[in-house]
């Protein structure tokens, strides 16, 4: 039975992570590769059944260096395709190297159980990146130039450029030396004052160490010695602690100005009281609608369109209430200083554990997270621990509302 369009748009999300980009056909994603390799690894489904792994140099990649390549996967081609369990094909003329898997994927439709579709697809995504990391690793195994066989009549016929004659320094010309006057003291006449009168002829003749028609020097101060610039300490904007040169405030000072723009509204702690009053009576009703309709809801799925879990608008509903706005985990570095179109706080509902995995679609555990918090416990090194604390940040503020 052949899968419905958006069963293989989801397969594919699952593969890139839900964050690839699709080929320019729309037929397969783009696996992650450096942008400066000349090629373009990508992860398509043969006959919508069989994953494929295809490989497509670029323009700027040469004949030979292609070919190189080429050489150095044939003679790896029989481990490669025992490892990887598939069927490798190179093909020159469209520029690609395509590995094919034998093993089909088992898609919900098909599937005896909902579990099958779920390994099946975990299988294919190891198998894709296995594909990926073998294929690179030969690729980078190419020698860089192929060796050059060169007959003794090249040796021969090559016309031989004679070597230039060795430059001689040419001598650099002396600078002749001033001569002295002949005779000292030099006459001096008296100069002519506009009102008629001559100056006083009591003046003293230049010194004979130097020329009288060189105008005098300035004189020197004694100290020469270039004292060093002050700097002036520049202090932070913000904490008013001395900061590099050149900036004008901490890097940890930046999410309290940022926070620090967007004054909060006051309000009285009346008015308060009275509105988480409100907000605990309706987070209660919602939760017991939950509670309602959890049993009957559990464990369905939406087979009309894509098997996806049945998810309750009133569970997400109740997370939206209680986080008040603001992300629910502990140590979020700073929610998105933006809202939506509606005026709302970019806030993402998830389930601390998912549905597929045994989790359960009630606010108990159930959290709302700002995307880099959401991303964390997804992707993040630590997820493991995030995902145990958000546990407990669930069960706790549930446990605090529904009183």
């Known amino acids: ?20 980009r699709w080929t320019e056909d729309r037929r397969g994603i783009v696996l992650a590769t450096a942008k400066k390799k000349p090629y373009q690894a990508a992860a398509y489904l043969v006959e919508l059944s069989r994953p494929s792994m295809v490989v497509t140099f670029k323009e700027v990649t040469s004949d030979e260096a292609r070919s190189r390549i080429y050489d150095q996967i044939r003679g790896s081609i029989s481990a490669l395709e025992h490892l990887l369990a598939a069927k490798v094909n190179l093909s020159w003329r469209q520029r690609t190297i395509r590995v094919v898997r034998q093993a089909p994927i088992t898609w919900p439709s098909s599937a005896a159980k909902q579990g099958d579709y779920a390994r099946s697809a975990a299988a294919a995504k190891r198998w894709y990146h296995q594909a990926q990391k073998e294929t690179e690793s ?58 008629g009168s001559s100056a006083s002829s009591t003046q003293v003749p230049p010194s004979p160490s130097k020329d009288p028609s060189l105008p005098a020097r300035a004189a020197t101060p004694q100290s020469t010695a270039k004292q060093p610039p002050v700097r002036e300490k520049s202090l932070c904007a913000i904490c008013k602690k001395p900061v590099s040169a050149g900036l004008t405030r901490h890097q940890r000072c930046e999410s309290r100005v940022i926070t620090s723009k967007v004054p909060e509204p006051s309000i009285a702690p009346s008015t308060v009281s009275a509105i988480e009053s409100t907000a605990s009576v309706e987070y209660q009703r919602l939760v017991r609608k939950v509670e309602q309709r959890e049993p009957i809801t559990y464990g369905e799925r939406r087979e009309n369109i894509r098997q996806a879990p049945v998810r309750l608008e009133e569970a997400r509903n109740a997370v939206l209430l209680r986080c008040q706005g603001r992300c629910e985990n502990p140590t979020c570095g700073g929610a998105p200083n933006d809202l939506t179109d509606d005026g709302r706080p970019i806030l993402e509902v998830d389930h601390v554990q998912r549905i597929t995995e045994g989790g359960r679609d009630h606010p108990s555990q159930m959290v709302a997270l700002c995307p880099n918090c959401h991303a964390m416990k997804e992707r993040g090194a630590n997820r493991q621990v995030l995902q145990a604390a958000l546990r407990d940040v669930a069960a706790r503020t549930h446990q605090r509302w529904n009183v």
Do not use: C, Y
Not at 170 to 195: C, E, F, G, L
């Open 138 to 195: 030969l690729i980078s195994r190419a020698p860089d130039r192929a060796p050059v066989l060169r007959h003794e009549s090249d040796l021969l016929t090559r016309e031989m450029i004679s070597r230039p004659p060795p430059l001689v320094p040419t001598p650099k010309a002396r600078r002749a030396k001033a001569t002295a006057p002949s005779a000292w003291p030099i006459p001096i006449t008296p100069a002519t004052v506009p009102n």
């Open 1 to 20: 039975m052949k899968p419905t369009d958006i069963d293989v748009d989801d397969f594919f999300e699952f593969i890139g992570d839900f964050n690839s």
